[in-house]
């Protein structure tokens, strides 16, 4: 039995991804901040709920302490929240270091210990090549002219976590993942993007590589990007 946990899965990508490993047979926490909306896109699942707010170690705590406790260890950890800021100050800066890249550093380090009790622990980032310097500085990419301070650069020191823990875990695949512009409620302002389902798949598939799988990488459906 594969036990997986995917942060803020209420809704979008997370959301599709949560089906798409219940399809094949994982029990599947769904983390959200929310507990009503959390429950029922859980019950609406067939998967588990937990608590979690990535910004609040507390909650962090809490959430893996509730999985350790049913079931004793963690195989697949998929870190999908997230938030997309316009604005470009302080606080919001924080806000979007917080969810983006130092939320995923609260959940590994709590997961750590469950994740080395697996055969096969899988740790998957949903970043983005909005985050990759290769993207934006490349006149013939769409991410040269996305103006995204914020969220590009909170994106980026997620890819650098994911290669770093990587490198400092080596029994543990870390990869990080470009799902395609997906039509979410992050990016309804924008009016673009293709079905979460179809995004998913990527995400999905770095989800479940087998033993002998990459790690320290930062795909998207077409293979490894230059970050």
């Known amino acids: 039995m594969t036990i997986s946990l995917i942060t803020g899965a209420n809704k979008g990508i997370g959301f599709e991804t949560a089906r798409q490993l219940v399809d094949l047979g994982h029990v599947v926490y ?21 608590q979690l707010d990535v910004t609040d170690d507390s909650s962090v705590r809490d959430a893996l302490a509730t999985i350790e406790a049913r079931e004793g ?31 995923m550093v609260r959940v590994t380090e709590a997961a750590l210990p469950l994740l080395r009790k697996s055969d096969n622990p899988n740790v998957v980032t949903v970043s983005s090549s909005a985050g990759s310097f290769w993207a934006v500085t490349n006149p013939e990419r769409p991410e040269f002219n996305l103006p995204l ?10 890819t650098m976590l994911t290669v770093q823990y990587a490198k400092s875990q080596p029994g543990i695949k870390f990869n990080a993942v470009e799902p395609g512009t997906t039509a979410t409620d992050m990016t309804a ?39």
């Open 30 to 50: 769904i983390g959200a901040r929310d507990t009503e909306r959390g429950q029922e896109a859980a019950e609406v699942l067939g998967a588990r709920f937990v």
């Open 73 to 103: 260890q963690l195989d697949v950890l998929i870190h999908n929240a997230g938030v997309l800021p316009t604005d470009l100050d302080g606080p919001t800066a924080l806000h979007a270091f917080d969810t983006n890249a130092v939320g």
């Open 149 to 158: 301070a914020l969220y590009s650069a909170s994106k980026a020191a997620a």
């Open 189 to 227: 302002a924008f009016g673009v993007g293709r079905p979460a389902d179809k995004s998913a798949r990527i995400v999905v598939r770095l989800a479940t590589l087998g033993a002998d799988g990459p790690t320290g990488t930062l795909q998207d459906e077409n293979g490894n990007i230059p970050w």
